[in-house]
T-cell receptor
Framework: GAVVSQHPSWVICKSGTSVKIECRSL??????MFWYRQFPKQSLMLMAT?????????EQGVEKDKFLINHASLTLSTLTVTSAHPEDSSFYIC?????????FGSGTRLTVV | GIQVEQSPPDLILQEGANSTLRCNFS?????LQWFHQNPWGQLINLFY???GTKQNGRLSATTVATERYSLLYISSSQTTDSGVYFC???????????FGTGTRLQVTL
């Protein structure tokens, strides 16, 4: 079935630095990729929708200058958390639509210290 | 936007017990899926079920779109069933999934 590979699985970074998270569709082309954030013991909240070759669409309340999304090819979308702060610590997960619904990457646990 | 409420929020079962998880939504849906999020965070697709009934082993799901709810049945629960169960759906022309509030399941020996 359709697989989305997400890296890294976990990352610890210092406050003020930037972190890049990659999501690749391995056996299909993803023209659209969705990025979610999940805080502990909460549900998944959509942050933005990335479209190959065009600007991402951000949900209300999500800072587009802080969470940079790039979708330069049909198989790769990246999320960069810029100038990370402890409140950005969270679980980030990407998703793509496939024939049988939506498939998700394995997620990235970000800790900012 | 659409509201997606799941019940119960928390559930503790003894191994071997059966359970029913419910997902209520406030608008008509195009796509509805049930996911199991394991302790490592991985989301596992259980069912793609915008309507009707499906079964896969010990799990089955039913969506009654006209009454705006979906049910996930777990029979003969096992400790490996522990985790959080989410329903997620799309409405209208939107392609983005909206997640429910989740049910946290713990299966004990």
């Amino acid at each position: 079935g359709a697989v989305v590979s997400q890296h890294p699985s976990w990352v610890i970074c210092k406050s003020g630095t930037s972190v890049k998270i990659e999501c690749r569709s391995l056996d299909f082309q993803a023209t659209t990729m969705f990025w979610y954030r999940q805080f502990p013991k909460q549900s998944l909240m959509l942050m933005a929708t990335s479209n190959e070759g065009s600007k991402a669409t951000y949900e209300q309340g999500v800072e587009k200058d802080k969470f940079l999304i790039n979708h330069a090819s049909l198989t790769l979308s990246t999320l960069t958390v810029t100038s990370a702060h402890p409140e950005d610590s969270s679980f980030y997960i990407c998703s793509a639509r496939t024939v049988g619904g939506y498939t998700f990457g394995s997620g990235t646990r970000l800790t900012v210290v | 936007g659409i509201q997606v409420e799941q019940s119960p929020p928390d559930l503790i079962l003894q191994e071997g017990a059966n359970s029913t998880l419910r997902c209520n939504f406030s608008d008509s849906v195009n796509n509805l899926q049930w996911f199991h999020q394991n302790p490592w965070g991985q989301l596992i697709n259980l069912f793609y079920i915008p309507s009707g009934t499906k079964q896969n082993g010990r799990l089955s799901a039913t969506t009654v779109a006209t009454e705006r709810y979906s049910l996930l049945y777990i029979s003969s629960s096992q400790t490996t069933d522990s985790g959080v169960y989410f329903c997620a759906l799309t409405t209208g022309t939107a392609s983005k999934l909206t997640f429910g509030t989740g049910t946290r399941l713990q299966v004990t020996l």
